[in-house]
């Protein structure tokens, strides 16, 4: 759901900058599988949302948590072969 405010509301995130994260090593720190990710953890995140609508057998609690599942999961199976950059996380600093 999009929605405009003009105010700042504590956990307005809801989250999602965990997922976030995971895109960016799931898609390998490059442009199209950052894109990919995105798509898959946004198709799930509609599910979540008209599950219930949908009438789907599945506990919604259970269903509001698909996206954050699917992101360990792809944790485990993509972070032996993530192409991160070699300065992540190293200072910068000025010489």
Same mark, same amino acid.
């Given at each position: ?6 105010? !700042? ?20 720190? /490059?442009? !199209? ?10 198709? &799930?995140?509609?599910?979540?949302? !008209?599950?219930?609508?949908? /009438? &789907?057998?599945?506990? #919604?609690?259970?269903? &509001?948590?698909?996206? #954050?599942?699917? %992101?360990?999961?792809? &944790?485990?199976? !993509?972070? /032996?072969? %993530? ?9 910068? %600093?000025?010489?």
């Amino acid at each position: 759901m999009l929605a405009l405010s003009d105010r !700042f509301v504590p956990d307005m995130s809801a989250g999602r900058g965990w997922l976030v994260i995971v895109a960016l090593v799931a898609g390998n720190w /490059s442009l !199209f599988g950052t894109l990919a990710a995105i798509l898959c953890f946004a198709l &799930l995140d509609a599910i979540a949302s !008209f599950g219930q609508v949908l /009438s &789907l057998p599945a506990p #919604y609690k259970f269903l &509001l948590a698909l996206p #954050y599942m699917a %992101s360990i999961v792809i &944790l485990t199976v !993509f972070r /032996s072969r %993530s192409g991160q950059p070699a300065h992540l996380g190293i200072p910068y %600093s000025r010489k």
